[in-house]
């Protein structure tokens, strides 16, 4: 039996990162074992409609999650699924929703999900979640940096030369064992002068730094400015992927833009050191990321419904049906 793990989002240190971070009051975490070797990461939490209370079952993810799929042994899981959907319905208590975020569309594991709930008896819609920016390298930096549009090329190249002229500054990328001390104080330290709210779960990036380090998949870049630091990136690069997870810089520093700056010494060093197959932006459609990373997919939310639970019922009345009947109504 073969799992594929193309993603570091599929892998055991990313689910007991968020594990060990992540969970709400409520929460129960289970990894669903099925017929033919499946695997379904998920956690049961309390659910509502007005007066009634239930559970439901989700996706073992939230915001911080890229990318979710089930790990599948072959592409034809939807029988499984399905007789794992019919198993669970026999359960009490009987979970009212089934909800999995963050899914590519088509994908082996989508396919599975919405054929297999279906055949079980629920009722299955799909809904856009994000937009994810990515590209697929071709070439070297020169010939990807000559690819960006001119006004974002000559203004970080002004703005670099602008901010080296005026202040010792260098680039420095930790990803060792042995630099995850600094690297977390380094990160917070620009995160804490940055725009940016603070973490709602502030052991995340800590966990996350830490693991990655020790599974070589996290990259942590910092502009240092007069030995300080003034922006910050974290990657995720595993099995030829990379995500720039997450960034942000001191606003102080924000007439050098330094986060531009950062952000094309990393992708300089990217191209540089070679192997990837695709470079993406995470979650969202800000509008700088097509800048950088020029192509776009959609990402889904999965949901099934049970109509015959009382909450499941209730979410049908107030979200199915009335979905159901507007796409409908506009010819979807």
């Known amino acids: ?4 793990c193309s993603h570091f989002y599929d892998t055991a240190d990313w689910y007991r990162v968020f594990e060990e971070t992540c969970l709400d ?18 956690r049961e939490r309390p659910d509502a409609v007005g007066p009634l209370r239930g559970r439901r079952m989700e996706w073992l993810g939230n915001y911080y999650s890229c990318r979710y799929a089930p790990l599948l042994t072959s592409p ?23 909800v999995f975020a963050a899914m590519d569309r088509p994908s082996a594991g989508f396919d599975a ?24 390298p071709a070439g070297d930096f020169a010939r990807y940096w000559a690819e960006r549009n001119s006004r974002l090329r000559n203004t970080v190249e002004r703005k670099e030369r602008a901010l080296f002229r005026a202040h010792g500054a260098r680039v420095e990328i930790l990803e060792s064992p042995a630099d995850t001390t600094r690297a977390i104080d380094l990160y917070q330290r620009v995160h804490a002068e940055s725009w940016k709210e603070p973490e709602p779960y502030s052991n995340f990036i800590p966990s996350l730094i830490a693991t990655g380090f020790g599974a070589g998949a996290v990259r942590i870049g910092v502009l240092m400015v007069d030995e300080e630091p003034v922006a910050a990136q974290l990657w995720i690069v595993w099995n030829r992927h990379a995500t720039i997870f997450k960034l942000s810089y001191a606003e102080r520093f924000a007439r050098f833009s330094p ?13 540089d050191r070679g192997g990837l197959v695709e470079i993406d932006f995470g979650c969202g459609d800000d509008p700088y990321k097509r800048e950088w990373l020029p192509e776009r997919r959609q990402r889904w939310v999965l949901t099934a419904y049970d109509p015959l639970s009382l909450t499941g019922a209730g979410h049908t009345i107030r979200r199915y049906l009335p979905r159901l009947l507007r796409r409908r109504l506009l010819g979807r």
């Open 25 to 42: 009051p409520g929460d129960v975490v289970r990894i669903e074992h099925l017929d033919g070797g499946h695997i379904l990461p998920i």
């Open 113 to 136: 999900l919405w054929n297999g709930l279906g055949r079980a008896g629920y009722l299955v819609e799909a809904t856009e979640d994000f937009g994810n920016w990515y590209l697929e």
């Open 259 to 271: 986060g531009s700056i950062l952000t094309r010494h990393m992708m300089r060093d990217a191209f």
């Open 76 to 98: 034809d899981a939807a029988s499984d699924v399905a007789e794992w959907g019919r198993e669970i319905r026999r359960g009490k208590p009987r979970p009212s929703l089934l």
């Open 1 to 4: 039996m073969t799992l594929s």
